[in-house]
T-cell receptor
């Protein structure tokens, strides 16, 4: 199994530009999570999908952030327009079941730098 | 608001010693508890899960849960330099995981 695959690994962009992060969960996993990690705030849940349906998006910072899961094997997190305070590592994770009592498998993350 | 607290460290222990990592949580309805290890520049990886009160052992790792005290701990026996990492406590009981800020462990050769 290839694990959770994220792209790109690194993204450097200028303030105001659109950024799209991509994630392919482990095949057969029903839940997908987007997290953001910074030194100041730690690991924060942004949004959680189950069977491609957003279940909890209360962690999405503001309208500049949006996430989609058009099918079971692909999800995107978009930031438009990007700001320097969005600089962080963004992780995608998946789990087998529909609840949150199961272990998460994390991708390698995307290091985002907004200049 | 659900909170998970950990000492940020760094916690330094000599090689071969027992490292003890602690975590407290605020939501009494929490049902599942996890310890993740994160090496610098890498993604978190699960090392232990525990669901009921008591101890759970896996190799050199022992997780301890006390729901009455809302307390979870991780013991690492015979600590090795390769155990040096940040350890994240995660708690679940509803619709999402809540991660603690992590404790940085340094095992000195």
């Amino acid at each position: 199994d290839a694990g959770v695959i994220q792209s790109p690994r690194h993204e450097v962009t200028e303030m105001g530009q659109e950024v799209t992060l991509r994630c392919k969960p482990i095949s057969g996993h029903n839940s997908l999570f987007w997290y953001r990690q910074t030194m100041m705030r730690g690991l924060e849940l942004l949004i959680y999908f189950n069977n491609n349906v957003p279940i909890d998006d209360s962690g999405m910072p503001e309208d500049r952030f949006s996430a989609k899961m058009p099918n079971a094997s692909f999800s995107t997190l978009k930031i438009q327009p990007s700001e320097p305070r969005d600089s962080a590592v963004y992780f995608c994770a998946s789990s087998l079941g529909g609840g949150t009592n199961e272990k998460l498998f994390f991708g390698s993350g995307t290091q985002l730098s907004v200049l | 608001q659900k909170e998970v607290e950990q000492n940020s460290g760094p916690l330094s222990v000599p090689e071969g010693a027992i490292a003890s990592l602690n975590c407290t949580y605020s939501d009494r309805g929490s049902q599942s508890f996890f310890w993740y290890r994160q090496y610098s520049g890498k993604s978190p990886e699960l090392i232990m899960s525990i669901y009921s009160n008591g101890d759970k052992e896996d190799g050199r790792f022992t997780a301890q849960l006390n729901k009455a005290s809302q307390y979870v701990s991780l013991l690492i026996r015979d600590s090795q330099p390769s155990d040096s990492a940040t350890y994240l406590c995660a708690v679940s009981g509803g619709q999402n995981f809540v991660f603690g800020p992590g404790t940085r462990l340094s095992v000195l050769p």
